[in-house]
């Protein structure tokens, strides 16, 4: 059965817009998202943080819309909005009833085109004190909340586009000033270089037709720099971190770089992981948090980090037992970890994990926002959305075989990178 | 680019699903539903559980998956995931609910095992060891986050003795509960009668309540049923101010009356909250957040419960504006309850209310818990359809009447965690500050 089973339009506007539609009229709803290929693999030394809080910039008006009348606009029409940045990309999302779908184009086209001269001093230090608050409410205030932040440095090198995270330094984003605001959305928020998918309740011609009206008046861009270059030199070695402060527990991750999303081998780390540590089926709760006690039942796991642009990272983490030692519980997940590549996945293994992977496929399309962003997705990484309707095979036909070759390949322990958090009072 | 607002198409109308009902003879009610977005089934199990002994309800509800007489924790979790589901159960003062969902060519085996699990849970002395300690360690953790202490603050400042006042049991009364006791609360409270199972998903409701049937008919077993007293209203007092030295941001949270979903004001409250802070366009997050930026992510909601609704508004501010915060919290408060909203944004407020139903009840996910909701409360879908037109049908006046009434600053019960030394004296020349004890 193919993992997309609504139909898949795509039209280009003469600017380079990507359009695609995908008509479904259960419900009289629409989705409309918009993937711009612009993220913190972008941003270069200096200013990172940028894309995030630029998206941020992107809610305060634009030159037909006074600041947070969008959010009111779309929320007036009875709809939900939001945005996320991530490494790769940023978009932005609305779902809204279907009679709206005019309205959210209109407010999607005016912030694409007309944003500029609507970004004043004032909106930029308002959003600055939000994302400070953001940052404080996410990560520093909550233990084990910068592990992410963590992990990033070291398993990326200086300049590499993954090598921080998308949340940024607050220096940076204090050092930042209106002009470069708006040289970034110069930049990158072009027509071509951005995909809008409507999922739901309207027709294509409809949709084209739309689009057409809304963007394509909106002038393409250039030269859009591309973000530096994602390859990986061969890893110097393992690398290790120890992170003493207010945490309840020693908690460990390991982590690799595994491949890039969307090739074959991200699809086999990904069954990788599902079987290694996804529920309680898997390796790591069988024989880390049920059979030898080292870990909390909570938190034990690994998955990999859908980024396409450079090796993905996979990760493994768990929570020592009370009176279990960070250095006990990191050898039990060593141990469990190399038994991917010295112990056979077994079919029962194999198909729960397939399993897995399938209902949460389904859970990700079941919502046309969720459909809306996977089509954005995959037009915008391979410029084919159609590859979609393909991705729950691409997990299907992964065998015990290419799991224990992909396991053996990225799980070198020369190559992993530790990060251990122990409480304050053990120190 | 056209540079006007574009004009609305029609208005396409909320359409009901089907939904097929059906008492079992041992006194479960099913309710099934079709939406065939894709192969997946949710269900919702609601389990009446009012009054039961905290820690054990608590322990009891981490515990139900964890073996039966034929199968160990980790055969139920491998079985369940071989049909792609997962099952897990939930607490809170009113009820016991399981929620999950699996691909819906699973249903079968997904309801067998939740069967073999309400007939037949045992739990076994080291599995109730391990969730013992992982439910005392996350009490403790959670204890760490300012979030919940400020939440368990405010819930005792309102409910006091009532059941309400004390959600979340204490590290060492879990590590007490004995298996025995888990074994007696589920004879005792786990039955059929007064429960509802929601089935929402990609298959015939006639056919998901044969399924039903042939899974749980067999589920039985006598048992008490509680009913708690009414909730007490917000009484409002000083401001309490509960002391955490060093934080870098103060947890604000207040309580106002409110009424239930039944109740012929309901629709006109919900609205005014809307219109003071419950959705990204209201006049307090565009005022704190927006203007201001004193914090990311403020909310004020009305909660409903079955022995009563209160409305709770939540911000997580910078201590060195907690005082101003507060200011301008009752400042948006007092301006809806003294005033008349626009005309203007009352409609916006409105046409999210609605939009936000339609919404909702788009998803397999939104509309089985939904379904569950509602069915604590005595009811069904078409509940959605009455709502809607009382949203539609609020007047002016009687929204600003429902701010009046509920929203009023003096009504309501005020709670800051935070740096007490930093944020005292600041907070002390606007209200009466109350040091917890």
């Known amino acids: 059965m193919t993992g997309f089973p609504w139909p898949i339009e795509t039209s280009t506007l003469d600017n380079g817009l990507r359009v695609i539609a995908s008509p479904d009229h259960g419900a009289p709803v629409v989705a409309v998202n918009l993937w711009y290929d612009v993220g913190s693999r972008h941003e270069p030394a200096g200013q990172t943080g940028f894309a995030h809080l630029f998206e941020h910039l992107m809610f305060e008006g634009s030159v037909h819309v006074g600041k947070t009348e969008h959010m009111s606009y779309v929320q007036g029409a009875g709809g939900s909005l939001n945005a996320t940045t991530n490494p790769d990309r940023t978009n932005y999302f609305e779902t809204l009833p279907a009679e709206h779908l005019e309205l959210a184009l209109w407010l999607e086209a005016d912030r694409m085109g007309g944003l500029v001269p609507a970004l004043t001093q004032e909106k930029l230090d308002n959003q600055r004190e939000v994302v400070k608050n953001e940052r404080r409410q996410r990560y520093d205030n909550v233990p084990y909340g910068d592990a992410w932040l963590r992990l990033l440095p070291l398993l990326y090198p200086p300049g590499h586009p993954y090598h921080h995270a998308t949340i940024g330094s607050m220096e940076d984003l204090n050092a930042a000033d209106l002009q470069t605001f708006k040289d970034f959305h110069t930049t990158y928020y072009a027509p071509n270089n951005a995909v809008l998918t409507v999922a739901g309740d309207a027709e294509p011609e409809r949709v084209y037709e739309l689009a057409k009206k809304y963007f394509g008046q909106l002038p393409p861009r250039e030269h859009i720099p591309p973000a530096p270059e994602g390859g990986l030199p061969k890893a110097g070695g393992a690398v290790r971190q120890e992170v003493t402060g207010a945490v309840p527990a020693p908690r460990v991750y390991l982590s690799y770089r595994s491949h890039p999303f969307g090739s074959p081998g991200y699809d086999a780390t990904t069954v990788?992981?599902?079987?290694?540590?996804?529920?309680?089926?898997?390796?790591?709760?069988?024989?880390?948090?049920?059979?030898?006690?080292?870990?909390?039942?909570?938190?034990?796991?690994?998955?990999?980090?859908?980024?396409?642009?450079?090796?993905?990272?996979?990760?493994?983490?768990?929570?020592?037992?009370?009176?279990?030692?960070?250095?006990?519980?990191?050898?039990?997940?060593?141990?469990?970890?190399?038994?991917?590549?010295?112990?056979?996945?077994?079919?029962?293994?194999?198909?729960?994990?397939?399993?897995?992977?399938?209902?949460?496929?389904?859970?990700?399309?079941?919502?046309l926002g969720g459909r809306a962003d996977t089509l954005g997705r995959y037009a915008t990484l391979f410029r084919a959305p159609e590859r979609v309707a393909a991705q729950l095979d691409g997990w299907r036909s992964v065998t015990a075989e290419r799991v224990a070759e992909v396991a053996a390949e990225i799980l070198d322990e020369d190559a992993r990178v530790t990060l251990t958090y122990l409480p304050e009072e053990s120190a | 680019m056209t540079h006007v607002l574009p004009a609305l198409g029609p208005a396409r109308k909320l359409k009901l699903p089907r939904q097929a009902e059906r008492t079992l003879p041992n006194g479960l009610t099913v309710v099934a539903v079709r939406r065939a977005a894709v192969p997946l089934v949710e269900v919702r199990l609601r389990v009446p559980f009012p009054r039961a002994h905290l820690a054990r309800a608590s322990l009891l509800s981490q515990s139900l998956f964890t073996g039966t007489a034929g199968m160990s924790t980790v055969e139920i979790a491998a079985e369940l995931q071989t049909v792609g589901g997962a099952l897990s159960a939930g607490l809170d003062p009113d009820r016991l609910l399981i929620s999950g969902n699996g691909l819906v060519s699973g249903l079968d085996r997904l309801l067998e095992l939740l069967a073999e699990v309400l007939t037949g849970a045992a739990y076994p002395g080291d599995e109730v060891a391990t969730e013992r300690e992982r439910l005392a360690d996350q009490i403790q953790l959670a204890g760490s986050q300012p979030q919940h202490l400020a939440r368990v603050a405010l819930l005792k400042r309102v409910y006091g003795n009532h059941p309400y006042g004390v959600q979340t049991p204490e590290a060492e009364q879990v590590r007490a509960v004995r298996p025995a006791q888990l074994r007696a609360l589920h004879g005792e409270r786990l039955h059929p009668g007064g429960s509802v199972l929601v089935l929402v998903g990609d298959l015939p409701p006639e056919k998901a309540l044969d399924a039903a049937e042939k899974a749980l008919g067999g589920w039985n077993g006598g048992g008490k049923q509680a009913v708690l007293p009414?909730?007490?209203?917000?009484?409002?007092?000083?401001?309490?101010?509960?002391?955490?030295?060093?934080?870098?941001?103060?947890?604000?949270?207040?309580?106002?009356?409110?009424?239930?979903?039944?109740?012929?004001?309901?629709?006109?409250?919900?609205?005014?909250?809307?219109?003071?802070?419950?959705?990204?366009?209201?006049?307090?997050?565009?005022?704190?957040?927006?203007?201001?930026?004193?914090?990311?992510?403020?909310?004020?909601?009305?909660?409903?419960?079955?022995?009563?609704?209160?409305?709770?508004?939540n911000a997580d501010v910078a201590t060195e504006v907690t005082a101003p915060a507060l200011l301008e919290t009752q400042y948006e408060l007092g301006r809806l309850a003294a005033l008349p909203p626009d005309e203007a944004e009352l409609e916006q407020a409105r046409q999210y209310a609605l939009g936000t139903l339609l919404l909702g009840?788009?998803?397999?996910?939104?509309?089985?818990?939904?379904?569950?909701?509602?069915?604590?409360?005595?009811?069904?879908?078409?509940?959605?359809?009455?709502?809607?037109?009382?949203?539609?049908?609020?007047?002016?006046?009687e929204v600003a009447a429902a701010a009046a009434r509920y929203l009023a600053p003096a009504r309501a019960v005020t709670v800051v965690l935070g740096d007490a030394e930093k944020v005292g004296g600041p907070l002390s020349a606007l209200t009466a500050v109350e040091p917890a004890a």
């Open chain 1, 272 to 367: 990788l992981a599902a079987v290694l540590g996804s529920g309680r089926g898997s390796r790591l709760f069988q024989r880390l948090a049920d059979g030898r006690r080292l870990a909390q039942p909570d938190n034990i796991g690994s998955y990999g980090v859908d980024l396409a642009h450079a090796p993905a990272p996979l990760i493994v983490s768990a929570t020592a037992r009370p009176g279990v030692p960070a250095a006990d519980l990191e050898a039990g997940l060593v141990e469990v970890v190399a038994s991917m590549v010295t112990e056979p996945v077994t079919d029962a293994e194999l198909e729960r994990a397939k399993a897995l992977l399938t209902s949460s496929w389904w859970r990700q399309v079941s919502t």
């Open chain 2, 230 to 313: 009414p909730a007490p209203e917000p009484r409002p007092g000083p401001l309490l101010l509960v002391d955490r030295p060093g934080a870098v941001q103060s947890s604000l949270r207040m309580a106002l009356p409110a009424v239930p979903r039944t109740h012929p004001d309901h629709a006109a409250l919900q609205l005014a909250n809307l219109i003071f802070g419950g959705y990204f366009s209201s006049r307090w997050v565009e005022n704190i957040r927006e203007d201001k930026g004193y914090t990311y992510g403020p909310n004020s909601l009305v909660e409903h419960a079955s022995a009563g609704s209160v409305l709770t508004v």
């Open chain 2, 361 to 397: 009840a788009s998803t397999q996910a939104g509309l089985a818990g939904l379904l569950s909701t509602y069915a604590g409360f005595g009811l069904r879908l078409d509940f959605l359809a009455e709502h809607a037109a009382r949203l539609a049908a609020a007047t002016r006046a």
